[in-house]
């Protein structure tokens, strides 16, 4: 009998698996349930861009592209974030397309690690990035932003974090869970901590293009970060292309020569068929994008408004899209307040504790849903509260 416990490593073994699917899995078993867990979209790829996919396939363009993707997709990846962000990479030498954005976080993981090396993490933040660290023999520092601060990362913050050992700074802004973003000042104040260091910089932007009231603005934009900053970012949320699977990572040549060496042996190249879809996105998708969020942002004012007239108080999301509401008041962990919701109302959200420990006493909402979808899950919600305050 084969023990295969003892086949897997520790360190893959002690991986927890993801809050976020635990209760989204959850729902598959409740028919009733409404759920506003999962970060999907609920358009479906503009016509257009699915068009181009099913044009690539009639026209038999089913091979291997050059390992870093299509030359035409990375050059329009480069144009549009010249276009939209200012951001500037030579797309034959420092544009990758991945298979989404989460390959581009993974590669750069490992192509940067080495036993020892200290990746500061800000929380709460998507659930990849500390586990991704470790597999890549990294060793993840926490800082737990605050509430008051707008969940954003301070310089005094990230000045008091770093040691001899720190190699890497993961940015996750617009963030999920929180809907936090980072202004250019505030960037700037983390550029004045890391001048004259080694440090490099993941900036996650996936969300880029979901801010609402203010523009995003780079990391990579920022002189003194430009150097230093590996973006990852990709097209499941803005243009509602998740099961395409299509990201993309851009950084200094020297690095980007090092990370497409671990793309070409794990990956090859990415899927063809995504690739000519993306190229449409990239060319002819300003519109879509600009739809999507009109109404992301009428969802979100809804939810937020809806969440303070049940009592709960929600920080403000000016990014991305998710509510992160407090109900820490209501006597629960979030934890149990999460499973509770879920087995008494049907209704399924996820536990701050999903995102870091630090995220104790709230709970993600995510807006990806119809109002109709939201309206239905706030009465059930508003019922569930009401029990626990009587």
């Given at each position: 009998?084969?023990?295969?416990?003892?086949?897997?490593?520790?360190?893959?073994?002690?991986?927890?698996?993801?809050?976020?699917?635990k209760?989204?899995?959850?729902?598959?078993?409740r028919?009733?349930?409404?759920?506003?867990t999962?970060?999907?979209?609920d358009?479906v790829?503009?016509?257009?861009?699915?068009?181009?996919?099913?044009?690539?396939?009639?026209?038999?363009?089913?091979?291997?592209?050059?390992?870093?993707?299509?030359?035409?997709?990375?050059?329009?990846?480069?144009r549009?974030?010249?276009?939209?962000?200012?951001?500037?990479?030579?797309?034959?030498?420092?544009?990758?397309?991945?298979?989404?954005?989460?390959?581009?976080?993974?590669?750069?993981?490992?192509?940067?690690?080495?036993?020892?090396?200290?990746?500061?993490?800000?929380?709460?933040?998507?659930?990849?990035?500390?586990?991704l660290?470790?597999?890549?023999?990294?060793?993840?520092?926490?800082?737990?932003?605050?509430?008051?601060?707008?969940?954003?990362?301070?310089?005094?913050?990230?000045?008091?974090?770093?040691?001899?050992?720190?190699?890497?700074?993961?940015?996750p802004?617009?963030?999920?869970?929180?809907?936090?973003?980072?202004?250019?000042e505030?960037?700037?104040?983390?550029?004045e901590?890391?001048?004259?260091t080694?440090?490099?910089?993941?900036s996650?932007?996936?969300?880029?293009?979901?801010?609402?009231?203010?523009?995003?603005?780079?990391?990579?934009?920022?002189?003194?970060?430009?150097?230093?900053t590996?973006?990852?970012?990709g097209?499941?949320?803005?243009?509602?292309?998740?099961?395409?699977?299509m990201?993309?990572?851009?950084?200094?040549?020297?690095?980007?020569?090092?990370?497409?060496?671990?793309?070409?042996?794990?990956?090859?190249?990415?899927?063809?068929?995504?690739?000519f879809?993306?190229?449409?996105?990239?060319?002819?998708?300003?519109?879509?994008?600009?739809?999507?969020?009109?109404?992301?942002?009428?969802?979100?004012?809804?939810?937020?408004?809806?969440l303070?007239?049940?009592?709960l108080?929600?920080?403000?999301?000016?990014?991305?899209?998710?509510?992160?509401?407090?109900?820490?008041?209501?006597g629960?962990?979030?934890?149990?307040?999460?499973?509770?919701?879920?087995?008494?109302?049907?209704?399924a959200?996820?536990?701050?504790?999903?995102?870091?420990?630090?995220?104790?006493?709230?709970?993600?909402i995510?807006?990806?849903?119809?109002?109709?979808?939201?309206?239905?899950?706030?009465d059930?919600?508003?019922?569930?509260?009401?029990?626990?305050?009587?």
């Amino acid at each position: 009998m084969i023990d295969y416990e003892s086949c897997v490593p520790s360190h893959v073994r002690d991986i927890k698996p993801s809050g976020i699917r635990k209760f989204f899995d959850l729902v598959g078993s409740r028919p009733n349930a409404i759920s506003l867990t999962v970060g999907e979209p609920d358009f479906v790829t503009p016509w257009h861009i699915r068009m181009a996919g099913i044009e690539s396939l009639e026209k038999g363009k089913t091979y291997y592209t050059a390992n870093a993707g299509l030359l035409e997709l990375r050059q329009e990846i480069s144009r549009y974030l010249a276009r939209r962000f200012d951001v500037h990479y030579d797309p034959q030498k420092e544009v990758i397309v991945t298979v989404g954005g989460s390959e581009a976080i993974d590669i750069t993981f490992r192509a940067l690690l080495e036993p020892g090396d200290e990746v500061i993490i800000p929380l709460p933040a998507f659930v990849c990035y500390e586990p991704l660290a470790r597999l890549a023999g990294g060793t993840p520092v926490i800082i737990e932003t605050k509430e008051e601060n707008k969940f954003k990362l301070t310089a005094d913050e990230l000045r008091a974090a770093i040691t001899p050992k720190t190699k890497l700074l993961v940015l996750p802004y617009p963030n999920n869970p929180t809907g936090a973003i980072m202004t250019r000042e505030e960037l700037e104040s983390l550029e004045e901590v890391l001048r004259g260091t080694n440090i490099l910089i993941l900036s996650d932007e996936i969300y880029a293009e979901l801010t609402y009231g203010r523009e995003h603005y780079s990391c990579a934009a920022v002189p003194g970060l430009t150097e230093r900053t590996i973006l990852a970012s990709g097209f499941s949320k803005a243009f509602a292309m998740t099961g395409w699977r299509m990201g993309y990572l851009c950084a200094p040549e020297p690095i980007a020569r090092q990370m497409l060496k671990l793309h070409q042996y794990g990956i090859m190249s990415a899927p063809t068929t995504a690739q000519f879809a993306a190229i449409e996105a990239m060319k002819n998708g300003d519109e879509d994008v600009q739809m999507m969020r009109s109404e992301y942002n009428r969802r979100r004012r809804y939810l937020t408004a809806g969440l303070r007239g049940i009592g709960l108080d929600c920080f403000e999301p000016e990014g991305a899209f998710y509510a992160f509401p407090y109900i820490g008041g209501c006597g629960l962990s979030s934890e149990e307040f999460c499973r509770r919701l879920l087995e008494e109302y049907d209704v399924a959200i996820v536990p701050g504790t999903a995102f870091g420990a630090c995220g104790e006493g709230f709970a993600r909402i995510s807006y990806a849903y119809s109002v109709q979808h939201i309206s239905k899950a706030l009465d059930r919600m508003e019922s569930f509260v009401k029990t626990l305050r009587k």
